[in-house]
């Protein structure tokens, strides 16, 4: 575990990083377009360049630890009983055009039961047009009061049963249930991500 949270520090950090210099940003490697400057001569002043608006606000706050997420008792009440089956890397889900996997962690107990959570990060403007394509999907979007993001839900076959979608300020976390009821679990990793 402690390889990954050094991993996905560093990729976190070398994410934020290429974004402040590149225009955009491709998973797979593809060559980065980088923003043109402008040089002055010694009695010019340069002209002020636009500051690109970073990946993930300064107030966001991205989990490393599938093990520390919301508080004890409602991460006990979550995921307490299942086990961590992997880093969530490999899974294909609605997530924004170019996005980085900041955390991945699936649990399961049994053998139709477990929760899947991924939270990502991306161009505040790929974010937004990933919402927007949602409901084609059949999630019903809304904004959510509690913390100020888009919330989308895609109901599921069964009892607590669903997927969810909550993207705000480049950050977009999924979470996808079965057979376990994972709101309360989700308000709160949100609420700390958000603050």
């Known amino acids: 575990m402690n390889r990954s949270g050094i991993r996905v520090s560093s990729a976190v950090i070398a994410f934020v990083a290429a974004v402040l210099v590149l225009t955009g940003c491709a998973s797979g490697g593809g060559s980065p377009t980088t923003s043109?400057?402008?040089s002055a001569s010694p009695s010019e002043s340069p002209s002020p360049t636009p500051t690109p608006t970073p990946t993930a606000s300064a107030s966001v706050t991205?989990?490393?630890?599938?093990n520390n997420l919301a508080t004890p008792a409602t991460w006990q009440a979550a995921v307490g009983?299942?086990?961590l089956?992997?880093?969530g890397e490999g899974f294909v889900r609605p997530a924004p055009e170019g996005a980085t996997l900041a955390l991945g962690c699936d649990w399961?107990?049994?053998?139709?039961?477990g929760m899947l959570l991924l939270i990502s990060t991306a161009t505040p403007e790929a974010?937004?047009?990933a919402v927007a394509d949602l409901p084609a999907q059949g999630y019903t979007c809304q904004v959510s009061d509690d913390f100020g993001a888009d919330f989308c839900v895609l109901p599921g076959q069964g009892t607590d049963t669903e997927e969810m979608i909550v993207a705000r300020d480049g950050v977009w976390i999924y979470l996808s249930t079965v057979n376990r009821n994972g709101r309360a679990f989700?308000?709160?990793i949100v609420e700390s991500i958000f603050g």
């Open 81 to 83: 009983d299942m086990t």
């Open 127 to 129: 974010v937004t047009a």
């Open 85 to 87: 089956q992997s880093n």
């Open 186 to 188: 989700l308000s709160e």
């Open 62 to 66: 991205l989990p490393t630890d599938c």
């Open 108 to 113: 399961i107990v049994g053998d139709a039961t």
């Open 36 to 38: 043109p400057t402008t």
